[in-house]
């Protein structure tokens, strides 16, 4: 048993989907449990209709949800002959079920229809993978994984039920396999117990591939992507970035803490717990080695960099000058928890405290305001989050030449630079 996981831009046009019906004849026979994330800007675009809809834009949310429609429509008709009406009925299924949610008039918080809007990419990316393995005679079974991956109610970053979810792998997923020898489902979603959908966080679906590749024991767990392998720097934005032959889990669980974005920061431990190895290969040219992910330590590693744009800088200091003690750091703690916000950096001194925060407006706003009823709030926005590990004096400088170093941290493996 394999899982594989495909991402989005390895769906994100017809000629990229036609990739991956050889990918998984070169394991012909095998069991493969594949997982696949919404097609390219997908979940950008369904995003902006939740936006549109949340703002009482009804009609704009519409518009915007229709031109979701036909780019999928229009995929499946490229790809799709004799399975195409099959794939047509089951996409119109899904797109009912937005609808229908579009329609009403918001009255639960944003995250919750966030979760019920954005979750539908997966499921129309799925229905038209595993319809076109089927017309390209790769018999495959398709599931909702939403009745598999029961979550709670925090909704944007559900966790999951271990015990409930594996019950139900082993009551649908296991049998699927006496009907075909590929499954296909979705990454990044789950379900709640009174069946509202859920999401798993940005880039959920590498953890949902780990979830799966735990629960099923499988032998390995690959991550298709639209890279050589894992790189040291986010190769967009430092075209010089090479890539990394080989890693420990310490080192990527490291990596995905400070915002590497080539593995979810939670994908690693399920793997960990019962050492199944993870293999991020390339989808557009499988030839190439790849990273092996394992669990044999791994010296010598290149300059790792992780560069974080649009962050927010929050000073927060005693209204009294007093100092900052743990009844004001526990108060902000509990806020971060209530309003489901993690720190990329944090840093406490006498009567001051500062936190650095992906720009999430919603979320900074309400943040701002509920920590002013009792501290001093200045907010800062528009910087960059700059992390080094295994660094040198020399990469030190030229990384920061030009810049204004507003915060600094340091330890012997990883330093970490607040930037204007």
């Known amino acids: 048993m394999k899982v594989f996981k495909f991402g989005g831009a390895s769906v994100n046009s017809v000629e990229r989907i036609k990739n991956i019906g050889p990918i998984i004849n070169q394991w012909a026979g095998e069991k493969i449990l594949v997982i696949v994330s919404a097609m390219g800007k997908t979940t950008n675009s369904l995003e902006k209709v ?45 797109f009912i079920e937005v609808e229908w949610l579009l329609y009403d008039d918001p009255v639960k918080d944003y995250d919750y229809y966030y979760d019920q809007v954005v979750c539908a990419g997966e499921l129309f990316s799925t229905a038209i993978v595993s319809a076109y393995l089927n017309e390209i005679h790769i018999n495959t079974s398709w599931l909702d994984v939403r009745d598999i991956i029961r979550t709670d109610d925090d909704f944007r970053e559900a966790s999951i039920d271990w015990d409930y979810t594996g019950n139900k792998i082993r009551e649908l997923v296991i049998p699927e396999f006496e009907k075909a020898n590929i499954v296909c489902t979705q990454g990044f979603i789950g379900a709640t117990d009174e069946n509202e959908s859920t999401t798993l966080g940005r880039e959920g679906s590498d953890y949902t591939a780990a979830v799966f590749a735990n629960m099923l024991n499988a032998e390995s767990l690959t991550i298709w992507k639209d890279v050589k392998a894992v790189m040291n720097a986010d190769p967009k934005q430092f075209p010089d970035a090479r890539p990394i032959a080989s890693l420990d889990y310490n080192e990527v669980i490291e990596m995905a803490y400070y915002g590497a974005q080539v593995i979810h920061p939670k994908t690693i431990k399920p793997l960990q717990n019962k050492s199944i190895p993870l293999y991020v290969k390339c989808f557009s040219d499988p030839s190439l ?123 012997p493996e990883t330093v970490q630079f607040l930037l204007q």
């Open 50 to 94: 939740t936006g549109s809809f949340y703002a009482g834009k009804k009609e704009e949310a519409l518009q915007l949800f229709d031109l979701v429609k036909q780019q999928h429509l229009t995929t499946a008709n490229h790809l799709l002959v004799t399975h195409y009406l099959p794939c047509e009925k089951q996409l119109k299924r899904f």
């Open 289 to 411: 080695e790849g990273t092996l992910i394992h669990d044999k330590p791994v010296h010598d590693l290149p300059p790792i960099i992780v560069l974080k744009e649009n962050q927010v800088m929050l000073e927060m200091n005693s209204t009294d000058y007093s100092f900052m003690g743990e009844r004001h750091i526990g108060h902000l703690y509990q806020l971060f928890e209530k309003l489901n916000i993690k720190p990329n950096l944090t840093q406490n001194g006498a009567i001051l405290f500062v936190c650095v925060l992906d720009d999430r407006p919603e979320k900074i706003e309400k943040l701002a305001l509920e920590a002013s009823s009792f501290l001093e709030v200045r907010v800062k926005k528009g910087l960059s989050l700059l992390t080094i590990r295994h660094y040198h004096k020399d990469l030190i400088e030229k990384m920061t030449e030009g810049k204004q170093i507003l915060l600094r941290q340091q330890t």
